[in-house]
């Protein structure tokens, strides 16, 4: 709101996740319509995720990675100063003066300030090529040294630690990692968990010094050479990233005379008051009524949450400890604690499963009548959504049947739906079964309670715990969905969609003729199955208006021509035969996006004058017509490029003409990059690829057009088998389960479990699929046919190619052009065309 006289002015220092959500919270409750709020924030952008924050290295950006709402300051007239951190508080003057000189008088103050990276005090920390792991800038500076380095080291091995390792890995560096605890995440996992942590680690590739911590810094010409070990050991590196926790940054309170504890933090009571009852602080900062610095984001959150009810005066809010559960994947791996993981407790129990040729390690923790007190996941955490919120009540099944795997003695799993309703399912933001069940959908539930939208450990709870539409069926002629379809087609091994409408059918649609919904998707299904010609008796009727005619039909009903153009590499006389066509039709001609020459204005009777020319020339469809594959992009790779570490041009050929013809729900684009420079924008494709030193990284998911989405790192370090291998079974599950004209990135964010169950799948093989999914790929490899070469070798299949039935020798005249930039464009001044009615013959109306 504006600044109006004798209105109470709130300010807060510290703009993070927390601070985000006590904005928030303040607007929920209406406090910025009646109180001036001003923000002060140390850094150049708004809050963003800070648990994401090693997301950045797979492609999410900046501001993909804000928190705040478009327009949300606005909205609520907050006034957000970046890159202005407060700098003094004058607690009698009740003023608080920003770097600026900005002196803002306050009637409540409440710090945010969080937490600083603790870096060790040894000889070397400040040298070139040190880092710390907290902000988006510290990974910026990360991701620019490691251009020139080989190999990195983290001091560190806990939660933050394994992220930082985790990254520097994707970056292609040699990797170790140095925790002076005798495992690595230590206030996480027992000692079981975390040797099955470091076996899996250290199976990746990366290099792990437990029980042992930094001496020195060794250096020359003030840059890292390496690092001394107090176990006497040295290890050569080139840069090093601290991540040996953290402290929480009270030096502001000190500075006016608040209450810190002796250990840091500042002190507050229930309401998150401190000494001073003008001044409250939240999060990482504060050190709680229960002598606890809390450094996860949910108590922060319920902190943030306490002080707003507090500031609005509301009653009986108070923060009196929190849930300090954790699930994360770290390194690709799957670690969770939660409750008394270490089992504390006096007289409990322990009851382990350990598969250490799995690295899966699970330990429930429970006292002498079986009631859950914590537990430890490595490996497996897909039950933490479930005995998360179980804690402190009896299972109702015994507890070592929680811990073993399907078919070793395991009961059916049990469901959501046996948690009692005042369970908190979300800890970030405590939200209840009850309050979930209450809503209907999951952007309903994100939107009324917020759950999902923190860690997202609670997603696929949350979504087990919501009603299922009543009917999923594709249409008005199935009852099933695309996938159900998919399968029914594979085991049955039909191959016409009439005998699948008749026999799989809704009762009232057997006998029918479909409709425009279904009959693309089942064509679809088909030819992903079979590879056979697509417009060859029933098939034709099926087939969208692009694939009538293997063109696409441009606005003025001519048709554009796409010879594939593998991996973007194209010979002279390939150039020249192109540039002939054009000339011969009058066809004007562009650069695509996907690095293809498209050539437009051709008649559908032209077309196949014109394509027996380009596959004379050594030419195929590049199927621009189908939802299928499209392009594989590539920049010229370490052939060419003086930062290129691997062939990319060659790769991107290999995967073009492997997966060319490929029929799939929607349409497929991909890219290699040959560096981390990703010239290639191999991240916004479906599936794509960057180079590393070490082999291929692999990210999918990806998507550009109206609703861009950056791919998901899947997999790192691939060798070339590997890499192909990966994309086999994730293009084959994809249109295994994928819904009609759902993209990879629509799908893979739609899909349970998301990429974690995507990467459990093709990566682990958790559900024995892999070698089906290989096969289904390896029979299309096999049977792949050009569709135009087939075309003009039968005079049968030429006979569709005109524009009128009964005139096939007459042109359309409707198709006009007029010239604009020494090339033509369509002449829109004539004929409108209309689409064909029911009502409509063919015999004597435009085929097109």
Not at 78 to 88: N, R, V
Not at 384 to 404: D, F, I, N, S
């Amino acid at each position: 709101m504006a600044h109006v006289p004798n209105t109470p002015t709130i300010v807060l220092v510290g703009h993070g996740m927390v601070g985000q959500r006590f904005l928030e919270a303040l607007a929920e409750r209406g406090v910025t319509e009646r109180a001036r709020i001003v923000v002060l924030c140390e850094e150049p952008r708004p809050a963003y995720d800070r648990v994401r924050l090693t997301s950045y290295f797979d492609g999410r950006t900046p501001d993909e990675l804000s928190m705040v709402e478009d327009g949300f300051m606005a909205r609520h007239g907050i006034e957000l100063h970046l890159d202005d951190p407060a700098e003094t508080i004058d607690r009698e003057a009740r003023t608080v003066t920003s770097r600026a000189g900005r002196v803002i008088a306050y009637d409540t103050l409440v710090l945010a300030t969080g937490s600083y990276p603790f870096v060790p005090p040894v000889p070397g920390k400040d040298a070139t090529g040190c880092f710390v792991y907290r902000t988006i800038e510290d990974l910026l500076a990360i991701e620019e040294y490691a251009k020139t380095a080989r190999t990195g080291a983290v001091v560190g091995g806990g939660l933050l630690g394994l992220e930082a390792a985790g990254a520097l890995k994707g970056l292609g560096l040699d990797t170790h990692i140095v925790e002076f605890a005798p495992r690595l995440m230590p206030v996480q996992v027992d000692e079981g968990g975390g040797a099955a942590l470091l076996r899996t680690i250290e199976n990746m590739g990366l290099i792990v010094h437990t029980g042992t911590g930094t001496q020195e810094v060794l250096t020359e010409n003030g840059s890292v050479t390496g690092m001394a070990l107090s176990d006497g050991t040295t290890v050569a590196t080139d840069m090093v990233v601290f991540s040996a926790g953290v402290r929480p940054r009270d030096q502001l309170a000190r500075d006016c005379g608040l209450a810190v504890g002796e250990r840091g933090g500042i002190a507050v009571d229930e309401q998150c008051r401190t000494s001073d009852p003008a001044v409250y602080a939240i999060g990482e900062c504060a050190l709680a009524a229960d002598g606890r610095v809390y450094g996860l984001v949910a108590p922060g959150y319920e902190m943030a949450l306490t002080a707003a009810a507090t500031i609005a005066d509301e009653q009986g809010q108070a923060f009196t400890g929190a849930d300090m559960s954790t699930k994360l994947k770290l390194l690709g791996v799957d670690v969770a604690s939660f409750g008394d993981a270490h089992g504390t407790a006096e007289g409990c129990l322990d009851v382990v499963y350990s598969d250490s040729r799995s690295g899966i390690y699970k330990k429930l923790v429970v006292d002498p009548d079986g009631v859950l007190l914590g537990g430890v996941l490595v490996g497996d955490a897909e039950s933490y959504g479930m005995l998360r919120p179980m804690t402190g009540t009896k299972p109702p099944v015994a507890p070592e049947q929680l811990v073993l795997p399907a078919g070793a003695g395991a009961p059916v799993a049990l469901g959501p739906s046996a948690l009692p309703d005042d369970a908190i399912i979300c800890s970030c933001h405590n939200v209840t079964k009850g309050a979930i069940c209450a809503c209907s959908s999951l952007p309903e539930v994100k939107k009324c309670t917020k759950a999902g939208t923190g860690c997202g450990s609670c997603v696929k709870v949350i979504q087990q715990l919501l009603p299922k539409p009543a009917d999923s069926g594709m249409c008005g002629c199935f009852s099933y969905t695309r996938s159900e379809l998919y399968e029914i087609v594979r085991t049955m091994r039909f191959t016409s969609y009439a005998e699948l409408l008749d026999s799989h059918g809704r009762e009232e649609a057997r006998g029918g003729e479909g409709c425009e919904i279904c009959k693309p998707a089942v064509a679809s299904i088909l030819a992903s199955l079979t590879n056979e010609y697509i417009l060859d008796g029933e098939r034709a009727a099926l087939q969208d208006t692009n694939d009538h005619f293997l063109a696409n039909m441009q606005r003025n009903g001519s048709y554009s021509i796409v010879p594939r153009i593998p991996g973007g590499e194209i010979t002279p006389e390939k150039l020249i035969v192109i540039g002939e066509v054009a000339r011969d039709f009058g066809l004007y001609t562009k650069i695509t996006g996907g690095q293809r020459i498209d050539l437009f204005g051709a008649r559908v009777d032209q077309l196949p004058q014109i394509w027996a020319r380009l596959v004379d020339a050594g030419f195929e469809s590049g199927h621009a017509y189908g939802k299928s594959l499209r392009t594989v992009k590539s920049c010229v790779g370490q052939t060419w490029c003086r930062y290129g570490v691997q062939d990319s041009v060659k790769m991107a050929i290999d995967l073009e003409l492997r997966y060319r013809g490929l029929r799939a729900p929607h349409k497929l684009k991909s890219a290699v990059s040959g560096c981390a420079r990703e010239c290639a924008e191999a991240q916004s494709k479906d599936f794509g690829v960057i180079a590393t030193a070490n082999g291929w990284n692999l990210y999918v998911g990806g998507n550009g057009g109206a609703t861009p989405r950056h791919a998901d790192l899947l997999a790192q370090d691939l060798s070339d088998a590997e890499l192909i291998r990966l994309i086999d079974r994730f293009l084959m599950f994809y249109i295994r389960t994928a819904d009609r004209l759902e993209r990879t990135a629509t799908w893979l964010e739609r899909l349970e479990g998301g990429l974690d169950h995507l990467r459990d799948v093709i990566v682990h093989d958790r559900l024995g699929l892999c070698d089906e999914l290989e096969a289904l790929m390896a029979a299309h490899v096999a049977s792949y046919h050009d569709e135009w070469a087939e075309t003009l070798n039968d005079p049968e299949r030429l006979r569709r190619f005109v524009s009128f039935v009964n005139a096939p020798d007459a042109p359309d005249p409707s198709v006009k052009f007029v010239p604009e930039r020494g090339q033509i464009k369509p002449d829109l001044t004539i004929l409108t065309l209309e689409p064909l009615t029911s009502t409509d013959s063919l015999e004597g109306a435009s085929a097109r």
